[in-house]
């Protein structure tokens, strides 16, 4: 059975996870057009990739725990999906 994921992510200036708690889903990770800078996306071991305002990138089956995000205080990012099954 799926289950909708829909997260809203409080972005902040050190890397934050997705999730808290490991989490498999397919989903598409979305930096909310109003954000001012480019938000930066990491797996936490160094690979980074900026992602500007209003792109959104799609993953299958990843743990949302494995994925970081920052930007400054106050940006947002969305998650928007269902879990594996």
Known sequence: MR???FIRVELEEGDKPLSDTP???TFTLMSAHTNTQPMTLSNGKGVEIPVPAGVQIPF???NLADIFVRSK???VAFVVGHTAG
Do not use: P, S
């Open 60 to 62: 299958e089956q990843v």
């Open 73 to 75: 205080a106050g940006e």
């Open 3 to 5: 289950n909708v994921v």
């Open 23 to 25: 989490l498999v889903a």
